[in-house]
């Protein structure tokens, strides 16, 4: 089983469409998640670290469901600008120095 | 601008050659690392270095070797015993406060020909 795993999609959405992608994570022990964006043949950036209570940043809302270990992402009012691929990220069994990276959920955005 | 500076961005090599990919930060991260990724899997983890002169194995180091002599660089040799080094090289930092954030480089892609 995959320390992290996402549904690889793609997803392929209209423009304002409400969109969401889900992460299951293996390691009942991960402190602390995140959700990184990539464009194709880009770098990684951070979208938005997961706090249990919840989190929204715009049109962003992250989830945390550590009973489940699930984490999810919720993307309103989709625009063009949103296609890229979203990585789900933890941390591993030794803190920050190892994040484990899902391989991702890419998302399309079309007129 | 602060930032992370990953040099080649294209770089294709024959087969039993030895590479170096350069990193450069001026961000003033202690901690630095590489990762490598391939096309559908997560980034993993190569090597990673908290401090100058000190570093780390990750999940996938056979075949690599890192050097940290100075807190801004952290280069990454693949050698001919990467038995399959054809893949996308992603160096990052972060402050050892450990927000959790990972600031990377543009990347290098390395073709074995």
């Known amino acids: 089983r995959k320390e992290v795993e996402q549904d690889p999609g793609p997803f392929n959405v209209p423009e304002g469409a409400t969109v969401a992608f889900n992460c299951t994570y293996s390691?009942?022990?991960?402190?602390?998640f995140f959700w990184y964006r990539q464009d194709c043949r880009k770098e990684p950036k951070l979208l938005m670290s997961?706090?249990?209570s919840g989190n929204e940043d715009g049109r962003f809302t992250a989830q945390l469901n550590r009973a489940s270990q699930y984490i999810s992402l919720l993307i309103r009012d989709s625009k063009l600008s949103d296609s890229a691929t979203y990585l789900c990220v933890v941390t591993g069994l030794h803190g920050y120095n190892k994040l484990i990276f899902g391989a991702g959920t890419r998302l399309a955005v079309h007129p | 601008d602060g930032g992370i500076t990953q040099s080649p961005k294209y770089l294709f090599r024959k087969e039993g050659q030895n590479v170096t990919l350069s990193c450069e930060q001026n961000?003033?991260?202690?901690?630095m690392y590489w990762y490598r990724q391939d096309p559908g899997q997560g980034l993993r983890l190569i090597y990673y270095s908290q401090i100058v002169n000190d570093f780390q194995k990750g999940d996938i180091a056979e075949g690599y070797s890192v050097s940290r002599e100075k807190k801004e660089s952290f280069p990454l040799t693949v050698t001919s015993a990467q038995k399959n080094p054809t893949a996308f090289y992603l160096c990052?930092?972060?402050?050892?406060?450990?927000?959790?954030?990972?600031?990377f480089g543009e990347g290098s892609r390395l073709t074995v020909l």
């Open positions: 390691n009942s022990a991960s402190q602390s």
């Open positions: 990052a930092s972060s402050t050892p406060t450990g927000t959790g954030e990972l600031f």
């Open positions: 997961v706090y249990s």
């Open positions: 961000l003033n991260h202690d901690a």
